[in-house]
């Protein structure tokens, strides 16, 4: 039988908020279920078959108390008939939002490797080969029954993975995405945006809105991209790092090709920043509003009330060329694991709304440099950073958009003067995002194609 995959986040029932307590103390890992009672049996052959020799293994249970407990160990099960010392070893237990971490006491054994079934100190798993996990009291580890699993002994789950830790420094065999790296195939990008032109006539310029935690970087975005199309490092809007939003206003920033140049065919619209609790940062209805034309530019957001157009304004639809034709979420590569499901909601909650209006969707994934010191090093292994790599699925995965949708950027920050590289991943992300507005356009019907 094939094993399962699973990409950091285990097929388990934990929330968002149970699995980030969990990477607190894993590290970014890969796990790969080995061992699955309700398939393979409650018996100590079946996990000794499946789960020996695999390195560090996390073991999970569950009972019909509504607990998920279970432990950790670094050490291969070998059925050495040894006990086990190490330091790395701890119990967990979840019941609903409490969490508890339980370390192994210095100077006792973590388990004791042998042919039974598996087990941490006193506390045994699949007890008697029965779906029973039994406390036999002990001194390994510091615990009561009470708190770890709500005294139910009766299991209905058990499952055990293979802990792997993932390398930031880890290279592709060859690039997962082809860039040209050259002063020449940035002047190519420079001139196709500068030559669009939206698909129909009643637009001159693409309106793409961006949206995305605080702090994520959609103000850095805007001054990065100005910065290219200005000629050196600029600092238009308003950015840095916060806990609340820094934009508290809609922004429709325009740009110029130069300072005294000509328009670009393009507007990037800059917004109050999502959070996860409710009546604070960017409200959906807001949102709702912004994409239907409706919000004028510098409209001062309120937290707790969302935007109500005036009556002369709501009587008369949005034209075309009010309206939002591509929306970006910007997501910091460094958070995306800590990214709480309440937040997850809020992004799941806006793109359902966007697919019903049949408005394209695209993800910049910032501070890519941050996040991986292999790309700090030289931003070129953007694409061949296994790391990156599967920061990007991760995000394809929690946000359900398209693998090909979800770009990896850096903004300028700390630079004084622009960087080719930098250019031309930021470029690219411009790029495709005025062919997500084309698709957008393609699907207008002609009456709406209308001045």
């Given at each position: 039988?094939?094993?399962?995959?699973?990409?950091?986040?285990?097929?388990?029932?934990?929330?968002?908020?149970?699995?980030?307590?969990?990477?607190?103390?894993?590290?970014?890992?890969?796990?790969?279920?080995?061992?699955?009672?309700?398939?393979?049996g409650?018996?100590?052959a079946?996990?000794?078959?499946?789960?020996?020799?695999?390195?560090?293994?996390?073991?999970?249970?569950?009972?019909?108390?509504?607990?998920?407990?279970?432990?950790y160990?670094?050490?291969?099960?070998?059925q050495?008939?040894?006990?086990?010392?190490?330091?790395?070893?701890?119990?967990?237990?979840?019941?609903?939002?409490?969490?508890?971490?339980?370390?192994?006491?210095?100077?006792?054994?973590?388990?004791?490797?042998?042919?039974?079934?598996?087990?941490?100190?006193?506390?045994?798993?699949?007890?008697?080969?029965?779906?029973?996990?039994y406390?036999?009291?002990?001194?390994?580890?510091?615990?009561?029954?009470?708190?770890?699993?709500?005294?139910?002994?009766?299991?209905?789950?058990?499952?055990?993975?293979?802990?792997?830790?993932?390398?930031?420094?880890?290279?592709?065999?060859?690039?997962?995405?082809?860039?040209?790296?050259?002063?020449?195939?940035?002047?190519?990008?420079?001139?196709?945006?500068?030559?669009?032109?939206?698909?129909?006539?009643?637009?001159?310029?693409?309106?793409?809105?961006?949206i995305?935690?605080?702090?994520?970087?959609?103000?850095?975005?805007?001054?990065?991209?100005?910065?290219?199309?200005?000629?050196h490092?600029?600092?238009?809007?308003?950015?840095?790092s916060?806990?609340?939003?820094?934009?508290?206003?809609?922004?429709?920033?325009?740009?110029?090709?130069?300072?005294?140049?000509?328009?670009?065919?393009?507007?990037?619209?800059?917004?109050?920043?999502?959070?996860?609790?409710?009546?604070?940062?960017?409200?959906?209805?807001?949102?709702?509003?912004?994409?239907?034309?409706?919000?004028?530019?510098?409209?001062?957001?309120?937290?707790?009330?969302?935007?109500?157009?005036?009556?002369?304004?709501?009587?008369?639809p949005?034209?075309?060329q009010?309206?939002i034709?591509?929306?970006?979420?910007?997501?910091?590569?460094?958070?995306?694991?800590?990214?709480s499901?309440?937040?997850?909601?809020?992004?799941?909650a806006?793109?359902?709304?966007?697919?019903?209006?049949?408005?394209?969707?695209?993800?910049?994934m910032?501070?890519?440099?941050?996040?991986?010191?292999?790309?700090?090093?030289?931003?070129?292994?953007?694409?061949?950073?296994?790391y990156?790599?599967?920061?990007?699925?991760?995000?394809?995965?929690?946000?359900?958009?398209p693998?090909?949708?979800?770009?990896?950027?850096?903004?300028?920050?700390?630079?004084?003067?622009?960087?080719?590289?930098?250019?031309?991943?930021?470029?690219?992300?411009?790029?495709?995002?005025?062919?997500?507005?084309?698709?957008y356009?393609?699907?207008?019907?002609?009456?709406?194609?209308?001045?």
């Amino acid at each position: 039988m094939q094993q399962a995959k699973v990409r950091k986040v285990c097929s388990s029932n934990l929330s968002e908020d149970q699995k980030q307590q969990l990477y607190g103390l894993l590290g970014y890992v890969e796990l790969t279920l080995l061992y699955k009672a309700s398939i393979h049996g409650y018996n100590a052959a079946a996990f000794h078959q499946r789960c020996d020799r695999q390195g560090p293994t996390l073991l999970m249970a569950y009972n019909n108390s509504g607990y998920i407990f279970g432990g950790y160990t670094s050490k291969d099960y070998t059925q050495s008939g040894q006990g086990i010392t190490e330091e790395e070893a701890f119990l967990f237990s979840f019941k609903g939002k409490t969490f508890v971490s339980i370390k192994v006491n210095s100077g006792q054994y973590a388990r004791y490797d042998d042919s039974g079934v598996p087990n941490f100190g006193q506390l045994y798993f699949c007890y008697n080969n029965q779906p029973t996990v039994y406390n036999q009291g002990g001194d390994a580890f510091s615990f009561n029954s009470d708190t770890l699993y709500g005294n139910n002994t009766r299991l209905n789950e058990l499952e055990v993975y293979k802990v792997e830790e993932i390398s930031q420094g880890s290279v592709e065999e060859t690039p997962w995405r082809n860039v040209l790296w050259t002063a020449e195939r940035r002047e190519d990008l420079v001139k196709i945006i500068k030559d669009h032109k939206p698909l129909v006539s009643s637009v001159n310029r693409v309106r793409i809105l961006m949206i995305g935690p605080v702090g994520a970087g959609k103000s850095s975005f805007f001054n990065s991209i100005n910065s290219i199309f200005t000629g050196h490092v600029t600092n238009k809007a308003i950015a840095g790092s916060s806990s609340t939003s820094l934009t508290t206003q809609f922004r429709i920033y325009p740009l110029k090709d130069g300072r005294e140049g000509k328009p670009l065919p393009f507007v990037l619209c800059d917004t109050m920043g999502l959070e996860e609790q409710t009546g604070a940062g960017l409200d959906i209805e807001d949102i709702n509003s912004i994409i239907q034309g409706l919000i004028p530019d510098r409209y001062k957001f309120n937290p707790v009330a969302p935007f109500e157009p005036n009556e002369q304004k709501s009587s008369r639809p949005s034209s075309l060329q009010e309206k939002i034709h591509c929306v970006v979420f910007v997501i910091d590569a460094t958070k995306i694991s800590l990214m709480s499901s309440k937040l997850e909601d809020k992004f799941f909650a806006i793109r359902r709304k966007l697919n019903s209006l049949g408005v394209p969707q695209i993800v910049l994934m910032t501070k890519v440099d941050e996040a991986c010191s292999l790309v700090e090093e030289d931003l070129r292994n953007v694409y061949v950073s296994s790391y990156i790599k599967s920061k990007v699925q991760e995000v394809s995965s929690r946000l359900g958009v398209p693998v090909s949708c979800v770009l990896p950027v850096k903004n300028y920050s700390q630079e004084l003067e622009l960087n080719l590289n930098c250019d031309l991943l930021l470029l690219t992300a411009v790029q495709q995002m005025l062919r997500l507005a084309d698709d957008y356009f393609d699907d207008i019907s002609p009456t709406e194609d209308k001045p």
